[in-house]
């Protein structure tokens, strides 16, 4: 059965920390993977990565994917409270496939 | 615990017909949100709907519409197919004042031939 998994479930962090979010996958025909923030409106897509080991960066975000490992990892760096927010992991197998969301929290 | 449903799952159509896709979301949540993924695309966000009203507009061409019924659930029309219509059309929902998470559906791939 196709299946993605995030982890951690939820994250408490102080401003200024990094956070690695983790995101694992079992599907047939992967085609990629997608990072969403979602926070009091709609999800705001961050990355999609399809090719292993190649870095994807938006200022403090970034993203990379490791097919060996069949896992890809969100870091941010220097987080600030409006990081706070779900981020969520899919995988586009010919359906999409989410996970359950990481909740990440950034106290001032 | 029921899931965020689309229907059709797979849907070709031909250039200049219509479609009509379907979510159901979450019993109890509000809003439902539209996206958009084409081949090898980022995926674009198309339009949300909360309590019935559009909340929200992305990028959704004028020969699409939508709207959400009194069940909440939504529907995505599109007419006057074009083959760059051809995508992933997936939707989520929410519960606006209880939870910023979303739950997403599986999506419906139309292929335009």
């Known amino acids: 059965e196709d299946k993605v998994v995030q982890s951690p479930l939820s994250l408490v962090v102080h401003e200024g920390d990094t956070v690695t979010l983790n995101c694992s996958y079992e599907?047939?025909?992967?085609?990629?993977l997608l990072w969403y923030k979602q926070e009091k409106k709609a999800p705001t897509f961050l990355f999609m990565l399809?090719?292993?080991?190649i870095e994807k960066k938006s200022g403090r975000l970034s993203s990379i994917l490791d097919k060996k490992e069949l896992s890809s990892i969100l870091n941010i760096t220097a987080t600030q409270t409006g990081d706070s927010a779900i981020y969520l992991c899919?995988?586009?197998?010919?359906?999409?496939?989410f996970g359950a969301g990481t909740r990440l929290t950034v106290k001032p | 615990a029921a899931g965020v449903i689309q229907s059709p799952r797979h849907l070709i159509k031909e250039k200049r017909e219509t479609a009509t896709l379907k979510c159901y979301p979450i019993p109890r949540h509000d809003t439902v949100y539209w996206y958009q993924q084409g081949p090898g695309q980022d995926p674009q966000f198309l339009i949300s709907?909360?309590?019935?009203?559009?909340?929200d507009k992305g990028s959704i061409p004028d020969r699409f519409s939508a709207q959400q019924f009194s069940d909440y659930h939504s529907e995505l029309n599109m007419s006057s197919l074009e083959l760059g219509d051809s995508a992933l059309y997936f939707c989520?929902?929410?519960?606006?004042?209880?939870?910023?998470?979303?739950?997403f559906g599986q999506g419906t791939r139309l292929t335009v031939v």
């Open positions: 599907v047939t025909n992967f085609r990629s």
């Open positions: 399809t090719s292993s080991g």
């Open positions: 899919a995988v586009d197998n010919n359906d999409m496939r």
């Open positions: 709907f909360y309590e019935k009203m559009q909340s």
């Open positions: 989520a929902s929410s519960l606006v004042e209880e939870s910023t998470e979303a739950f």
